[in-house]
Antibody, heavy 120, light 110 residues
Framework: EVQLVESGGGLVQPGRSLRLSCVTS????????MHWVRQAPGKGLEWVSG????????GYSDSVKGRFSISRDNAKNSLYLQMNSLRVEDTALYYC?????????????WGQGTLVTVSS | QSALTQPPSASGSPGQSVTISCTGT?????????VSWYQQHPGKAPKLLIY???RRPSGVPNRFSGSKSGNTASLTVSGLQAEDEADYYC??????????FGTGTKLTVL
C-alpha cells in the first residue's frame, strides 16, 4: 500500500523558516518524481514545487521561487521542503504527492497534508 | 504561472452529464498533452481522475472522461451520481518543470 506521511508543519512567525518532511512507503521511491502542493484554508490547490527522481530537474512556482527549496533522499524514501522567509500568504495545508512515471504533473498519490500557519 | 480558468460552479441532476472546462494558454494547456483532473471531497485529499488529457487510472469509473481542444481542456461526468458532488481541479504542465492548477469548480448534484 502506498503511503505518504507529511510532518514538520506548525505555527511560525513571518520571516522565519520551517522544514517539511514526507516519508514514503509502498513503492520504489527513486523511480518517481515527487511534488509539494498546497491549499490555503477554503481555497483551491496550488502547485508549489517538484523534483525528478534523480534531483536533476527541479521546479518552483513563482510565488515561492527564491524562498523555498525542495530536496529528496532516495536512501530514506523521503521528500523535503525547506521554507525560508515565510509570509502570511504561505499559510496552507501542504500535501506531498507522487507523480506517475515521468515528471508530468500527474499526482496519483497524496498524503493527508501538514498544516503550516504563518502568523505573528 | 497564472491559474487556469474554471467555472466556479456546475450542476446537474442524477443521471445527467455535466462538462467542466479548464482554459489556459499555449504555454500550458495548449502546449502539452499533460492535463490532469482531480476530485476533492470536503476534508479529504484530492484524487486523480484523469491524466495525460484523457487517460483514466485503474479504479476510476468510465463515467469520467477528459478531452482537449486548443487551450481548453474539459472533464465530462456522465450518469451523475450523488457521490460525484465535490470540487474538481484541472492541472497542466506549464514548461520548465512547472505546473499550474485550475481555479476549481464546485459540482452540485441536484
Amino acid at each position: 500500500e502506498v503511503q505518504l506521511v507529511e510532518s514538520g508543519g506548525g505555527l511560525v512567525q513571518p520571516g522565519r523558516s520551517l522544514r517539511l518532511s514526507c516519508v514514503t512507503s509502498g513503492f520504489t521511491f527513486d523511480d518517481y518524481a515527487m511534488h509539494w502542493v498546497r491549499q490555503a484554508p477554503g481555497k483551491g490547490l496550488e502547485w508549489v514545487s517538484g523534483i525528478s527522481w534523480n534531483s536533476i530537474s527541479i521546479g518552483y512556482s513563482d510565488s515561492v521561487k527564491g524562498r523555498f527549496s525542495i530536496s529528496r533522499d532516495n536512501a530514506k524514501n523521503s521528500l523535503y521542503l525547506q521554507m525560508n522567509s515565510l509570509r502570511v500568504e504561505d499559510t496552507a495545508l501542504y500535501y506531498c504527492t507522487k507523480d506517475l512515471p515521468g515528471m508530468k504533473g500527474n499526482f496519483d498519490y497524496w498524503g493527508q497534508g501538514t498544516l503550516v500557519t504563518v502568523s505573528s | 504561472q497564472s491559474a487556469l480558468t474554471q467555472p466556479p460552479s456546475a450542476s446537474g441532476s442524477p443521471g445527467q452529464s455535466v462538462t467542466i472546462s479548464c482554459t489556459g494558454t499555449s504555454s500550458d494547456v495548449g502546449g502539452y498533452d499533460y492535463v490532469s483532473w482531480y476530485q476533492q471531497h470536503p476534508g479529504k485529499a484530492p484524487k486523480l481522475l484523469i491524466y495525460d488529457v484523457s487517460r483514466r487510472p485503474s479504479g476510476v469509473p468510465n463515467r469520467f472522461s477528459g478531452s482537449k481542444s486548443g487551450n481548453t481542456a474539459s472533464l465530462t461526468v456522465s450518469g451523475l451520481q450523488a457521490e460525484d458532488e465535490a470540487d474538481y481541479y484541472c492541472n497542466s504542465h506549464a514548461g520548465s518543470n512547472s505546473f499550474v492548477f485550475g481555479t476549481g469548480t464546485k459540482l452540485t448534484v441536484l
